[in-house]
């Protein structure tokens, strides 16, 4: 199933270019009390929200997917892991480049550990990448994010897999500098996930997946995640080591080459296989 998030926090699933709008499966969700667990609640109750969704589709209301703004599927995500240096394209054209590296030198796999992006800004592509720091170079990142479906801690990449709610197109929006990667990437609005949370069994190999993103209609990145260095369960073992991850929480697997600065009037357009494309406006 692809599920998304929209206009007034509306549930729904993406079937084509409809939204069928399955609101009331939000029923299946606890009266909550505080302290909230961490975690996003959708993600926790997903297995009742998908049967719930199924009964629902007959007869249930469906919108132009066009006509309604799409929030992050994720709400509540107790964190957003950030990969860095994850494809070797991208690493050298980072180390080439010192509008990208600022000094830094090309470190060996997992030198630089992962990094956290605040939750705060986490957008959905129906909302507006909003650039704070004009004088600044801002970056856009193709990733594929990877939603985690259930507790993990210390979990060996064999068995990661099974952790997995789904997955999402995501864009690690990245002001370049000399700063830690989680000050210059956790401004409001630079991270996008979206267009939906599109659940495991419709994604049978996730390291395998061509990914497309352009800016006003010129490519810039193309590449697949069969490229990347450390692939999605061994990014799920690695990061399991150090958090305990949470349902709802969010991987950002990494960025191939050809990421670069954008500008408000800017439109990103980004494609994962198996995910689907969101188009996302920058102001
Ligand atoms: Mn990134």
Known sequence: MKFCRFSEDRLGLIDGDRVIDISDALAELPDLRWPLRPGDELIWHLDAIEKKAASLMPGALAYDLASVALKSPVANPSKIIGA??????????????????????????????LFLKANSSLIGPGEDIKIKFLDRRNDHELELAVVIGKIAKDIPAASAIDCVAGYAIGLDMTVRGSEVQSFRKSLDTFSVIGPCLVTRDEVPEPNSLDMHLSVNGQIRQSSN??????????????????????????????????????????????DIQNIGEMTVAIT
Not at 225 to 238: D, H, K, Q, S
């Open 84 to 113: 860095p240096a994850n494809y070797d394209d991208h690493l050298a054209e980072a180390m080439s480049d010192q509008g990208i590296a600022h000094g830094r030198s090309k470190p060996k796999l997992g030198e630089w550990g």
């Open 225 to 270: 995640t069969r490229l990347l260095r450390m692939n999605v369960e061994e990014l799920i073992a690695f990061a399991s080591s150090f958090y305990t991850l949470y349902p709802g929480d969010i991987i950002m697997t990494g960025t191939p080459a050809g990421v670069g600065p954008i500008q408000p009037g800017d439109t990103i357009v980004a």
